[in-house]
């Protein structure tokens, strides 16, 4: 069946070290993954998304890495700040398919 | 301005009651969507509707019917509510049916009692 799962619920992390958020997906034949970041109170906010034929992507303090091999994502958090806390999450998709599919979460607390 | 806005954002009623959650988007996407996040924040698909067609059906009571008047509105209409029916649910949209990056809005939280 169909999963997108994490290893960690949750992560903590001191203000000003960098973070990483991993995912485990299941299906091969996914095509895109996104990376949501859920604040309490608020619904999931768009943060970084990678396509099946590329193996890294940047953004502002982001990257994400994909590892085809091993069906393996991850979100790194460069310089990790207070704003950074809440919950993130990994999807995929395939491009044949409507549904986007959302792994289980893992949430980001910051240390001052 | 709200891309994506739902109401109401809090709901709270009795069991056996019906009940509906609206949502409005201004991003001029074509595809809307229902999901439904449970306690533990899990996220699951339940409608999505292109162009005011249905397009996504997941496996969800008859007792949750959605309705899109217009591309821009997706509403959902819960009959019978039942306490395992109480979540966070989402509404989202996205440029087309196949278009990668959904838009969340701020979720309703229903409670039923």
Known sequence: ?112 | DTAVSQTPKYLVTQMGNDKSIKCEQNLGHDTMYWYKQDSKKFLKIMFSYNNKELIINETVPNRFSPKSPDKAHLNLHINSLELGDSAVYFCASSQGPTTDTQYFGPGTRLTVL
């Not at chain 1, 993954?33 to 998304?49: A, H, L, N, T, V």
């Open chain 1, 1 to 112: 069946g169909e999963s997108v799962g994490l290893h960690l619920p949750t992560l903590s992390v001191q203000e000003g070290d960098n973070s990483i958020i991993n995912c485990a997906y299941s299906n091969s034949a996914s095509d895109y993954f996104i990376w949501y970041k859920q604040e309490s109170g608020k619904g999931p906010q768009f943060i970084i998304d990678i396509r099946s034929n590329m193996d890294k992507r940047q953004g502002q303090r982001v990257t994400v890495l994909l590892n085809k091999t091993v069906k393996h994502l991850s979100l790194q958090i460069a310089a990790t700040q207070p704003g950074d806390s809440a919950v993130y999450f990994c999807a995929e998709k395939m491009d044949s398919s409507y549904k986007l599919i959302f792994g289980s979460g893992t949430r980001l607390l910051v240390r001052p």
